[in-house]
């Protein structure tokens, strides 16, 4: 056990000025203690903010959805707002985890925490991540979950989280609060390809502190659903995912958003499947052409070259269940 101080945070102006001072900042706190027990992290300060005012969701006067960080997995899922507007949000949380994680952990922890590969939690090996300029064992090890899209020579590790694929497909914004005032940040931007520098993850300034991630206004009717392809059914990550919201007016596609999960070292945002949409009228053979563009780029390793083509089909699969030809 590696000794920490703990403090709880009253205010977000505490709270800021504890985390300028090194503490990190612990809400449902299940990402951040299994580190801690793994020595993976070794943080010596904790700063519980989960006391914060941040878990609201409301529909700002603009109409976009505003999720405030603390809000849970469990609840965001189950608010009728989320449910109505942006089912992709809802479907995604409820795949994720099991129902007690979901009852604890908060949206802001879901988007921040790391990699679960096993090189990166297992201290005695190779991993850039954890320990710049050490390698990557993962390159030439066993690497049948790693990403295909968005990696490095430093770096092939997955994002596990499900809801930021949502997220990323949905175009939204992540809103923060930091020893300069308030910011936002595009999702597309806040979450960082590892490049050269993979131990730095998220577009975070020291003390900066996520307050809510927003969904922009999106047309109406807009169709949406999140698809899940993984080893088995309960508790367990993404070998493939995507994230669709489809908008249809006069049965022709006027808007497409789309994402994938499990392949990319961010969420990764198709823009050629969602381009190869726009303007045309739903069918089997416009689902299939489209999702023949969503490995472009794809660089695959030993173990894992099978989720090109599960990444095709998956998001294929998936048109044809929000465009309604399934």
Same mark, same amino acid.
């Given at each position: 056990?590696?000794?920490?101080?703990?403090?709880?945070?009253?205010?977000?102006?505490?709270?800021?000025?504890?985390?300028?001072?090194?503490?990190?900042?612990?809400?449902?706190?299940?990402?951040?203690?299994?580190?801690?027990?793994?020595?993976?992290?070794?943080?010596?300060?904790?700063?519980?903010?989960?006391?914060?005012?941040?878990?609201?969701?409301?529909?700002?006067?603009?109409?976009?959805?505003?999720?405030?960080?603390?809000?849970?997995?469990?609840?965001?899922?189950?608010?009728?707002?989320?449910?109505?507007?942006?089912?992709?949000?809802?479907?995604?949380?409820?795949?994720?985890?099991?129902?007690?994680?979901?009852?604890?952990?908060?949206?802001?922890?879901?988007?921040?925490?790391?990699?679960?590969?096993?090189?990166?939690?297992?201290?005695?090996?190779?991993?850039?991540?954890?320990?710049?300029?050490?390698?990557?064992?993962?390159?030439?090890?066993?690497?049948?979950?790693?990403?295909?899209?968005?990696?490095?020579?430093?770096?092939?590790?997955?994002? !596990? @989280? &499900?809801?930021?694929? *949502?997220? $990323? #497909?949905?175009? /939204?914004?992540?809103?923060?609060?930091?020893?300069?005032?308030? +910011?936002?940040?595009?999702?597309?931007?806040?979450?960082?390809?590892?490049?050269?520098?993979?131990?730095?993850?998220?577009?975070?300034?020291?003390?900066?502190?996520?307050?809510?991630?927003?969904?922009?206004?999106?047309?109406?009717?807009?169709?949406?659903?999140?698809?899940?392809?993984?080893?088995?059914?309960?508790?367990?990550?993404?070998?493939?995912?995507?994230?669709?919201?489809?908008?249809?007016?006069?049965?022709?596609?006027?808007?497409?958003?789309?994402?994938?999960?499990?392949?990319?070292?961010?969420?990764?945002?198709?823009?050629?499947?969602?381009?190869?949409?726009?303007?045309?009228? !739903? @069918? &089997?053979?416009?689902? *299939?052409? $489209? #999702?023949?563009? /969503?490995?472009?780029?794809?660089?695959?390793?030993?173990?894992? +070259?099978?989720?090109?083509?599960?990444?095709?089909?998956?998001?294929?699969?998936?048109?044809?269940?929000?465009?309604?030809?399934?």
């Amino acid at each position: 056990m590696y000794p920490f101080t703990f403090t709880k945070a009253a205010t977000a102006r505490e709270a800021i000025d504890a985390g300028r001072r090194g503490g990190r900042y612990i809400a449902g706190g299940t990402t951040l203690v299994d580190l801690m027990r793994e020595t993976v992290e070794r943080p010596e300060a904790l700063v519980d903010i989960a006391a914060l005012p941040l878990d609201e969701i409301t529909v700002t006067g603009r109409g976009a959805l505003r999720i405030g960080a603390l809000a849970r997995m469990a609840e965001t899922a189950a608010h009728p707002q989320v449910r109505t507007r942006y089912p992709v949000i809802s479907q995604a949380l409820e795949l994720s985890a099991s129902a007690q994680l979901r009852n604890m952990a908060t949206i802001g922890g879901n988007i921040m925490q790391r990699t679960r590969c096993t090189y990166f939690r297992d201290v005695s090996a190779a991993c850039n991540k954890r320990r710049p300029g050490s390698g990557c064992a993962a390159l030439q090890g066993i690497n049948r979950s790693h990403a295909i899209l968005g990696t490095s020579d430093q770096c092939v590790a997955t994002h !596990p @989280s &499900d809801v930021a694929v *949502a997220f $990323a #497909a949905l175009e /939204a914004t992540v809103h923060l609060l930091g020893p300069d005032g308030e +910011r936002t940040v595009a999702f597309a931007d806040f979450l960082l390809q590892p490049g050269s520098t993979p131990d730095r993850e998220h577009n975070l300034r020291p003390g900066e502190l996520i307050t809510a991630v927003e969904i922009p206004v999106h047309p109406r009717p807009l169709k949406s659903g999140y698809l899940k392809v993984r080893d088995r059914q309960s508790y367990e990550f993404a070998l493939t995912s995507a994230a669709v919201a489809l908008h249809l007016r006069g049965g022709v596609i006027r808007e497409a958003k789309i994402a994938a999960g499990g392949v990319g070292t961010v969420p990764w945002k198709l823009p050629a499947v969602e381009r190869h949409l726009i303007g045309q009228r !739903p @069918s &089997d053979a416009l689902w *299939a052409s $489209a #999702a023949a563009l /969503a490995a472009d780029g794809a660089r695959p390793l030993a173990h894992n +070259r099978f989720k090109v083509e599960l990444l095709k089909r998956t998001v294929e699969r998936q048109l044809r269940i929000v465009g309604g030809t399934a």
